[in-house]
């Protein structure tokens, strides 16, 4: 689980972009136990939204962000209503 604690405005606990997760229901490695990653923009980058681990990923490879995990583990499952909406 990707937490976003700078960077684009949005309604999420630190008041920036929705959290990013790994998986969700139906995924074949889904689980409700979550890593957390503290998420970190450097400055000077231009801000965006990223919606999947792979863009988290990317951004980091050019040094244009850093995630930190301090070593907490949360449950939080994901719900699925019927028709997929999460």
Same mark, same amino acid.
């Given at each position: 689980?990707?937490?976003? !604690?700078? @960077? =684009?405005?949005? *309604?999420? /606990? %630190?008041? %920036?972009? $929705?959290?990013? %997760? +790994? +998986?969700? $229901? *139906?995924?074949?490695?889904? !689980? /409700?136990?979550?890593?957390?990653?503290?998420?970190?923009?450097? &400055? @000077?980058? !231009?801000?965006? &939204?990223?919606? +999947? =681990? &792979?863009? #988290?990923?990317?951004?980091? &490879?050019?040094?244009e962000l850093t995630a930190f995990r301090p070593?907490?583990?949360?449950?939080? /499952? #994901? =719900?699925k209503w019927q028709g997929g909406q999460r």
């Amino acid at each position: 689980m990707y937490v976003f !604690t700078d @960077g =684009v405005k949005g *309604g999420r /606990p %630190f008041g %920036f972009q $929705p959290d990013v %997760f +790994s +998986s969700v $229901p *139906g995924d074949k490695d889904y !689980t /409700p136990l979550r890593a957390v990653n503290l998420v970190n923009w450097k &400055e @000077g980058v !231009t801000l965006r &939204e990223l919606k +999947s =681990v &792979e863009d #988290i990923k990317a951004v980091e &490879e050019k040094c244009e962000l850093t995630a930190f995990r301090p070593g907490v583990v949360v449950n939080m /499952p #994901i =719900v699925k209503w019927q028709g997929g909406q999460r």
